[in-house]
């Protein structure tokens, strides 16, 4: 008899699934990749992919997590005992508990900003000086290892709490306060004057930027920014009821993904044309977050500091809240495996988890520091944990996936998880087994290859 804990509510459950996707993935990249690919052109390439690559693979994994009702690594031993497809699985936690590793350190900024923002650090700060202290923060020994901690003791908190208590419980609260930022820094933004040139730049696509380069990049973003192949849409997943839609749910996650990260842009570009800049001269990653945008906020709201105060903290607080639902999501997928595969209680399992990801995080962290002469492969312990995750692993962990669902489960496991064994209406099976045993392996393989340079040459 299955005793594990489920998602109290349908809203819960989307509200959950929603957080573990929506991260810096939607301000980290999604912006930069819409700036330098023709704007709205980017964004219809990436609402495509999303409904190509991103749902069917999302469907796949929640098919997985629910018919098993198990963590990421046994569910394909149960799906499939006796092979090597249990890999899969083992991956997926792998792949999460990598990835939290270096999450924190990034969680970690984000607290460091939302403070530094809300005591007016920026006011009088020179362009030409905000990446000497976004350089001397991060190179610190102490502070950067400190807000990590913090960061990662709050996603443990809200892990050992369990699912109903802990992480439904956080989101239905978390959640709503992240689209009330959204909508209320969105609103700020497109209200500065010279916002119209930001809002047309997103609205009005340039496909003469679009190569095949843009289009795998397009692809490698909807994959990316859906947290698919890390094992928390699998894990999530484990904790829904048989009643829940698990093609409606996909559905919702992904239009709240795309959302959030389309009003990101509506937040950043408003602002960055108002000051006379343009996309081409902002910066990607940390440093479109760290030094870029503190910037472009002071000079936004035309020495009015008490607007840019409100806007930058707002604006933090809402990147930290994405990163720690994230990152939220990462700590479960590790938590439920040693918790049932080593029967150990939830809070011991969490426990262990944030030691060990604070252990490793911190390694990461010093790289920018005292070990940044430390290298792996050519590589810093923060670039190196960033490089093999999100280039090899994530892709690598997503073309199994897809070959496994559309492969070798029988068509009538796929039939009876999406259809809830015939109680649901859901025409579009055949449609979506199709994409899993031929369009997405393939698409998959190709932003592999692309995210390896094989396809360089070419543009």
């Known amino acids: 008899m299955n005793t594990r804990e489920n998602f109290g509510s349908k809203l819960g459950a989307i509200l959950a699934a929603a957080g573990s996707a929506v991260g810096l993935?939607?301000?980290?990249?999604?912006?930069?990749?819409?700036?330098?690919?023709?704007?709205?052109?980017?964004i219809i390439i990436y609402i495509a992919c999303i409904m190509v690559l991103?749902?069917?693979?999302?469907?796949?994994?929640?098919?997985?997590?629910?018919?098993?009702?198990?963590n990421t690594a046994r569910a394909?031993?149960?799906?499939?005992?006796?092979?090597?497809?249990?890999?899969?699985?083992?991956?997926?936690?792998?792949?999460?508990?990598?990835?939290?590793?270096?999450?924190?350190?990034?969680?970690?900024?984000?607290?460091?900003?939302?403070?530094?923002?809300?005591?007016?650090?920026?006011?009088?700060?020179p362009a030409t000086?905000?990446?000497?202290?976004?350089?001397?923060?991060?190179?610190?020994?102490?502070?950067?290892?400190?807000?990590?901690?913090?960061?990662?003791?709050?996603?443990?908190?809200?892990?050992?709490?369990?699912?109903?208590?802990?992480?439904?419980?956080?989101s239905k609260v978390i959640m709503p306060t992240l689209f009330i930022l959204v909508v209320l820094l969105v609103v700020c933004s497109v209200c500065l004057p010279g916002a119209s040139k930001g809002i047309e730049f997103l609205l009005k696509p340039d496909f003469s930027k679009v190569t095949g380069g843009v289009?795998?990049?397009?692809?490698?973003?909807?994959?990316?920014?859906?947290?698919?192949?890390?094992?928390?849409?699998?894990?999530?997943?484990?904790?829904f009821n048989t009643h829940t839609d698990l093609g409606r749910t996909a559905l919702n996650v992904c239009v709240i993904d795309t959302i959030v990260a389309i009003m990101a842009g509506f937040i950043i570009f408003p602002s960055v044309f108002n000051i006379g800049m343009d996309a081409d001269h902002l910066q990607a990653g940390a440093n479109?977050?760290?030094?870029?945008?503190?910037?472009?906020?002071?000079?936004?709201?035309?020495?009015?500091?008490?607007?840019?105060?409100?806007?930058?903290?707002?604006?933090?607080?809402?990147i930290f809240i994405a990163a720690l639902?994230?990152?939220?999501?990462?700590?479960?997928?590790?938590?439920?495996?040693?918790?049932?595969?080593?029967?150990?209680?939830?809070?011991?399992?969490?426990?262990?988890?944030?030691?060990?990801?604070?252990?490793?995080?911190?390694?990461?962290?010093?790289s920018f520091g005292p070990l940044s002469g430390v290298k792996l492969f050519g590589l810093t312990i923060f670039d190196f944990f960033d490089y093999i995750s999100g280039n090899i692993f994530l892709p690598v962990a997503g073309l199994l996936i897809s070959v496994f669902a559309g492969w070798y489960l029988d068509r009538q496991v796929l039939h009876d998880e999406f259809t809830n064994?015939?109680?649901?209406?859901?025409?579009?099976?055949?449609?979506?087994?199709?994409i899993l045993k031929y369009i997405a392996p393939l698409g998959i393989g190709m932003v592999l290859l692309n995210q390896l340079g094989a396809f360089s040459w070419l543009w």
């Open 421 to 434: 064994h015939g109680t649901l209406n859901a025409p579009y099976v055949r449609v979506i087994i199709f």
């Open 215 to 239: 289009v795998l990049g397009a692809m490698g973003q909807a994959f990316f920014s859906l947290s698919l192949g890390m094992g928390c849409l699998c894990t999530y997943a484990s904790y």
């Open 129 to 170: 000086e905000f990446a000497d202290i976004f350089s001397a923060f991060v190179s610190n020994e102490w502070m950067p290892t400190v807000w990590l901690i913090i960061f990662m003791l709050m996603s443990h908190v809200v892990v050992s709490r369990g699912i109903q208590h802990g992480i439904e419980r956080f």
């Open 54 to 70: 991103g749902i069917p693979i999302m469907m796949s994994e929640f098919l997985i997590g629910r018919r098993t009702h198990s």
């Open 288 to 318: 479109l977050l760290f030094i870029s945008l503190p910037n472009v906020f002071q000079k936004a709201f035309g020495g009015v500091q008490i607007l840019a105060i409100l806007f930058s903290v707002a604006f933090y607080f809402l």
């Open 25 to 42: 993935g939607n301000v980290w990249r999604f912006p930069i990749e819409t700036g330098q690919h023709g704007g709205a052109a980017f």
């Open 325 to 366: 639902t994230s990152a939220i999501s990462l700590h479960e997928v590790t938590t439920a495996f040693i918790s049932e595969e080593l029967k150990l209680k939830r809070r011991w399992s969490a426990l262990i988890v944030t030691a060990v990801c604070s252990v490793v995080g911190v390694l990461c962290s010093l």
């Open 76 to 125: 394909y031993e149960m799906l499939a005992p006796g092979t090597g497809w249990k890999w899969v699985g083992r991956l997926g936690v792998f792949t999460g508990t990598f990835i939290l590793c270096y999450y924190c350190v990034i969680g970690g900024w984000t607290l460091h900003y939302t403070l530094l923002a809300a005591t007016n650090a920026f006011d009088g700060v």
